[in-house]
């Protein structure tokens, strides 16, 4: 039996170079697939940060009582002590809300889905909704997000997911039959 001439002429070699492909291949699947892992997991612990960096900031309206720009945005008088003190607290349980409802959101696929459920058609619309149409500070503070954040544009996903749990409109007007 005579010698191969090139070196891919050999059964053995081109089996090697074969297996070699194969792992090399199989190497580079298991590193895009951790890469892609890798992105996720950093990306919801940058989102779990904002979300405790909000937390904190909202937290510390209350607490040092400063002038919150959600009280600057609805046109709340700092010199109205009482009443700012009290718009902002409530502003920030409505914030923790909102940043609850995202959270949920941003989990709904890893969430158990009786505890979605549970919070998608009963926390949200009969303990938190009416919560928010039964103080004309929250309505304030709701009716400014809504437009601050631009829920209201068919884009924003969340914006419509949010306002599928609380609609604005639709609170609006039993809000304005119940002051007839």
Known sequence: MTEPTHWYQGQITFASLI???IANVIALGVFLINRRHSKILAREAAGQALMDAID???AAFIQTGAYSPIAFGCKIKKSDSANYSSFTAKAVMLYNQVNLVRMIYTYRASLDPVHL???EKRWAPEIVMP???????LMAVWKHTVIFERFEDPNNKFGQYILSLWPLRQMEERCSQKEK
Do not use: F, G
């Not at 919560?131 to 500070?137: F, G, K, R, Y």
């Open 19 to 21: 297996a070699s492909l």
């Open 56 to 58: 904190k900031s909202n």
């Open 117 to 119: 459920e549970i919070y």
């Open 131 to 137: 919560w928010i149409e039964q103080d004309p500070d």
